[in-house]
């Protein structure tokens, strides 16, 4: 400890001054230490950011060509494809889904751990939640020769307050697991209770292998699969780990108990929420929604800005299966904007990434213009990064489709747009 003199000498003075001086000076290099090395993170961070979004994009338009035109092999009613053909199709499409699958949860880990991903948490029923998410999920497990039993009491609703599209991301993914990692014929089964916190817990039982107390805590780790590999089990080793982030995301938590040869349990707990008084009658907005018009039997015009020819190609043939629309194609925004000025179409698709105008601007053009202002434009682009989907809607796109295309969500978008502009007219 430093002996400070009472009486101080003017050169006990000048010491104590220096010693002060030093003490700011070290404070002062430390702060702009910890300032500079924020800057470096969020740099850091940034710089992963938009590394990430150009990869994702540049993965995702050469996937946009191989699952989209599968699957309109797939489709093909006319010249329907032989069974080792049908085959081959199936193998292409599945890979295909699975390398978009990694794609898309390194996305949401990358957000998750750069602390961008944003949730809107809303009273979510998990009663309608868990009967859509099981009747997804049928499919694979029939497969699978797998039987899903949900004993969720269906009488009165049990709400959580959760970000309604996250609940459902973990709610499927945890299905998808219990179903992947059964034994053939196994059985899942779905269960809720009111915790002792007062939180909803809901409970994923399968009658899988099971997993080894010592590795247990390990399945949360990102990209460890356990021994998954060794039965040709397909995963990315990162769901679970995105699905621990979310719940927690959520102020809700995730635990797993597991005994080898009879099966594990996944529980998540979730705050509890409030449910929507049963006498409110459904907005004017909502009963709209709820019945689907019918396209007019007129030539419906659509307008596709796309500068890459294997997605237009992939485009002119998905809107072959819709006779009523024609389709005009423009390589680069400046040409849309003439073509939407000549032709007022009644839907325009737009890729965001173009040469000279990029979507965005292009989108600020068309509103601009009295003609065209009133058209509904639909973003079709592989930016997948949830900023650039946020901002493209925030400026006025209908909606913002993202590549690979799903052939069968990419008609209902169209379908339901024409179906309204038809009904208006």
């Known amino acids: 400890m430093e002996f400070i003199n009472p009486n101080p000498t003017i050169f006990d003075l000048r010491r104590i001054n220096s010693l002060l001086e030093n003490e700011i000076a070290i404070r002062s290099q430390a702060e702009k230490d910890a300032i500079l090395a924020k800057e470096e993170a969020e740099k850091a961070n940034q710089a992963k950011s938009e590394f990430l979004a150009r990869m994702s994009h540049e993965l995702r338009t050469p996937m946009n060509a191989i699952l989209g035109f599968s699957q309109l092999l797939e489709l093909n009613r006319e010249e329907t494809l032989s069974p080792s053909q049908k085959k081959s199709v199936s193998q292409i499409i599945r890979a295909g889904n699975h390398l978009l699958e990694l794609i898309n949860e390194i996305l949401d880990l990358s957000r998750i751990e750069a602390g961008k991903m944003t949730l809107s948490p809303e009273n979510v029923d998990l009663v309608p939640l868990l009967e859509e998410t099981v009747s997804f999920l049928l499919p694979f497990a029939q497969q699978r020769k797998v039987s899903i039993v949900d004993t969720v009491p269906k009488s009165i609703p049990i709400v959580v307050f959760a970000d309604f599209?996250?609940?459902k991301q973990a709610l499927l993914n945890l299905l998808t697991n219990a179903v992947k990692y059964n034994n053939l014929g196994g059985t899942v089964v779905i269960e809720s209770r009111t915790a002792p916190d007062g939180k909803i817990a809901v409970t994923v039982a399968d009658t899988g292998p099971g997993i080894p107390q010592d590795k247990l805590a390990a399945i949360f780790e990102p990209f460890n699969r356990l021994e998954a590999d060794r039965y040709g089990?397909?995963?990315?080793?990162?769901?679970?780990?995105?699905?621990?982030?979310?719940?927690?995301?959520?102020?809700?938590?995730?635990?797993?108990?597991?005994?080898?040869?009879?099966?594990?349990?996944?529980?998540?707990?979730?705050?509890?929420?409030?449910?929507?008084?049963?006498?409110?009658?459904?907005?004017?907005?909502?009963?709209?929604?709820?019945?689907?018009?019918?396209?007019?039997?007129?030539?419906?015009?659509?307008?596709?800005?796309?500068?890459?020819?294997?997605?237009?190609?992939?485009?002119?043939?998905?809107?072959?299966?819709?006779?009523?629309?024609?389709?005009?194609?423009?390589?680069?925004?400046?040409?849309?904007?003439?073509?939407?000025?000549?032709?007022?179409?009644?839907?325009?698709?737009?890729?965001?990434?173009?040469?000279?105008?990029?979507?965005?601007?292009?989108?600020?053009?068309?509103?601009?213009?009295?003609?065209?202002?009133?058209?509904?434009?639909?973003?079709?682009?592989?930016?997948?990064?949830?900023?650039?989907?946020?901002?493209?809607?925030?400026?006025?796109?209908?909606?913002?489709?993202?590549?690979?295309?799903?052939?069968?969500?990419?008609?209902?978008?169209?379908?339901?747009?024409?179906?309204?502009m038809s009904a208006s007219k």
């Open 233 to 420: 089990v397909e995963g990315t080793g990162i769901g679970l780990t995105i699905t621990k982030s979310l719940i927690e995301l959520m102020d809700g938590s995730i635990s797993a108990e597991s005994v080898v040869g009879q099966g594990s349990r996944f529980t998540i707990e979730l705050p509890m929420g409030k449910a929507a008084d049963p006498g409110v009658e459904p907005s004017d907005a909502d009963r709209a929604g709820l019945s689907s018009p019918a396209v007019s039997e007129r030539k419906n015009v659509v307008l596709y800005v796309e500068d890459n020819p294997a997605n237009m190609d992939l485009v002119k043939d998905i809107l072959l299966l819709r006779p009523h629309i024609q389709l005009l194609c423009a390589p680069q925004a400046r040409m849309g904007l003439d073509l939407a000025q000549a032709h007022v179409p009644d839907l325009i698709l737009m890729d965001i990434h173009l040469p000279g105008m990029d979507g965005l601007a292009a989108l600020k053009q068309l509103r601009e213009s009295d003609s065209t202002r009133n058209i509904p434009v639909i973003a079709l682009s592989a930016n997948a990064m949830e900023r650039c989907v946020r901002k493209a809607l925030d400026q006025g796109f209908h909606s913002y489709l993202i590549k690979p295309i799903h052939v069968e969500t990419f008609l209902q978008t169209i379908d339901a747009v024409l179906g309204r």
């Open 165 to 167: 599209t996250r609940l």
